[in-house]
T-cell receptor, first 117, second 112 residues
Framework: GAVVSQHPSRVICKSGTSVKIECRSL??????MFWYRQFPKQSLMLMAT?????????EQGVEKDKFLINHASLTLSTLTVTSAHPEDSSFYIC?????????????FGQGTRLTVV | DAKTTQPPSMDCAEGRAANLPCNHS???????VYWYRQIHSQGPQYIIH???NNETNEMASLIITEDRKSSTLILPHATLRDTAVYYC?????????????FGKGTLLTVNP
């Protein structure tokens, strides 16, 4: 399989501050990365699709100005939660797909637990 | 993505085979069946995928019915580390939309 690494794995921040989460594909290039959010006892919900070198595509109901996504290289995508509030506390997970049409399975990071106090 | 239906929970004894069912009666001809699992507080892990033929890899086997309206993921010798939520997802193999839509999955608990 392929390795996707997220950093940090846990973060606690104060309400009103911004937090950046990194997602790296360690041993492959990823043209497309995905960001999910998971609340306790719920399933993963897709937030946005991140394409290298272009703007992210956000799912309905996800505020693009609050959740800033940057995919500046084929191995790195970042999610910045701006002006975080307690309701943004969640488990954020990224996934990456290997470049090329024959590669279809997605590989997931270990997730980032965000707590806003 | 086509809708899938899975039982919310299942139990299995350690060392026995775990058979996880999934119904996908509205699956389209170009849609594949994917299985992922999520161990508590970790990111999901890819297990296997298939179109219409049965598939096997080092983790599991996937049995798809002839009409493709349902499938079963088989873990041949379940261990305690296989306790996780298992997600069955159907989506097209090709095209530009590679996103996965997760349902509620099945919580498999492997008991000693």
């Amino acid at each position: 399989g392929a390795v996707v690494s997220q950093h940090p794995s846990r973060v606690i921040c104060k309400s009103g501050t911004s937090v950046k989460i990194e997602c790296r594909s360690l041993d492959f290039q990823a043209t497309t990365m995905f960001w999910y959010r998971q609340f306790p006892k719920q399933s993963l919900m897709l937030m946005a699709t991140s394409n290298e070198g272009s703007k992210a595509t956000y799912e309905q109901g996800v505020e693009k100005d609050k959740f800033l996504i940057n995919h500046a290289s084929l191995t790195l995508s970042t999610l910045t939660v701006t002006s975080a509030h307690p309701e943004d506390s969640s488990f954020y997970i990224c996934s990456a797909k290997k470049s090329g049409p024959s590669n279809t399975e997605a590989f997931f990071g270990q997730g980032t637990r965000l707590t806003v106090v | 993505d086509a809708k899938t239906t899975q039982p919310p929970s299942m139990d299995c004894a350690e060392g026995r085979a775990a058979n996880l069912p999934c119904n996908h009666s509205t699956i389209s001809g170009n849609e594949y069946v994917y299985w992922y699992r999520q161990i508590h507080s970790q990111g999901p892990q890819y297990i296997i995928h298939g179109l219409k033929n049965n598939e096997t890899n080092e983790m599991a086997s996937l049995i798809i019915t002839e009409d493709r309206k349902s499938s079963t993921l088989i873990l041949p010798h379940a261990t305690l580390r296989d306790t996780a939520v298992y997600y069955c997802i159907v989506r097209p193999l090709g095209g530009s939309n590679y996103k996965l839509t997760f349902g509620k999955g099945t919580l498999l608990t492997v008991n000693p």
